[in-house]
DNA sequence: AAGATTGTGCATCGAACGTTGCATAATTAA
DNA sequence: TTAATTATGCAACGTTCGATGCACAATCTT
């Protein structure tokens, strides 16, 4: 259903992809229109008469970043154990992907950023704290379920410490092989929060 | 020792401290020459006949920021575990510090950058990667001195991971109770490692 | 065929970026 | 006192940033 009008002379999806993989490997600031344009292949004029800004493009290519990754389906799984190591370890193939670039997206995109666009660095903030809470309410099942006894709060924020830890060493050059080890390690903390 | 000429009309630690405190938060792209020289109460013209240029000030204000924390005196302490315990512990508490900056300088500051910085970010890395080397080599003692029989690299990634880690939460706001917590459930895979 | 609507290329906008030239001020050395 | 040397304020540099005005192209609707 096309609609009146000149038809868009270029897919969108593979635009939007292109533009989150730069975004994803320079962050929000460190990726300059002009770069955007020439990965993306497209125009300036038709970059803001698709996506309107940079900022609103940022967003888009965020969200299709969530969505193209895997969701939250690992907190289904029967136990809170197998839940945190099934996500620890689908993340650390991701980061450490050569496919893409290295690290996550929501992590390192605007870390630091100018005083203009502390609202970009304030939406992917709020990303890590809603997949925070999500975490937590699954570590809170698992302590009414018997599995743990430990405060779940601390334990979720130990695992987000290990998770975040790894962009970084992914940014550094690590190898899923490396990840996976500090993914080995990590795990052999779950044991002792089974004991009060 | 003055010399001949005139005289700096400003502290040049003391500007030299402002604008390293600037770089932390905002990050080496982030931090705009203006604001710099605002942060630091001098103008344009002096901050580049004492500094040279933005990059040689970085420079200068990650030296300052290195010097100024707590260096590597903990990897001197009798055993691995606690060194390794000392560690995590002291950066917690800076990380968290009201009083500045959350998180690591040496983290955050450049972890996406522009094309044109990456000398910046490289720089960055290098001062991670010699860190992640003081720490290899400090677990290597430890299983040279049979504290361990774990390999040393993957613990040392699994313990910096950890630690970069607690920047990304301390940027979001944990306190360094909430850290500390975090250090304390990292230290339960101690025992573990002290197994074959 | 005519009108409405939307996309694209080109040129360019104002603002901010890091940086510098120049005249002048303030000091030491001769 | 004079010369040499360094610091500072002011104004501006060239470049890049994100973003836009405008003419024109290409499609759908009537």
């Known amino acids: 259903m096309p609609g009146p009008g000149r038809p868009r002379g270029f897919d969108r999806d593979r635009a939007l992809t292109a533009a989150m993989r730069l975004f994803w ?3 929000y600031e460190g990726a300059a229109i002009s770069e955007l344009t020439a990965a993306m292949g497209i125009g300036t004029r038709s970059l803001y008469t698709a996506f309107g800004s ?9 969200a299709l970043y969530e969505s193209s990754g ?4 690992f907190y289904e799984l029967p136990t809170g154990r197998a839940s945190v190591e099934r996500m620890l370890r689908s993340r650390a193939a991701t980061y450490a992907d ?4 290295a690290g996550c997206m929501v992590v390192l995109a605007a870390t630091n950023v100018s005083a203009d666009n502390e609202r970009v ?15 937590i309410t699954r570590l809170e ?16 924020d130990f695992f987000l410490s290990v998770l975040y830890g790894m962009s970084v060493l992914a940014r550094d050059g690590a190898s899923v092989a490396d990840l996976t080890r500090v993914v080995d390690t ?7 929060l089974t004991r009060r």
């Open 98 to 101: 050569p496919n893409t670039p």
């Open 54 to 62: 940079k900022e609103q493009l940022f967003r888009e290519a965020v």
């Open 70 to 73: 895997d969701g939250t389906e």
């Open 121 to 135: 660095r304030a939406m992917l903030r709020a990303i890590r704290v809603q997949d925070r809470h999500a975490l």
């Open 186 to 192: 990590a795990m052999t903390s779950w044991d002792p």
């Open 25 to 27: 490997e320079r962050g």
């Open 141 to 156: 099942r698992a302590r009414t379920d018997g599995e743990i006894a430990a405060d779940p709060v601390p334990v979720a």
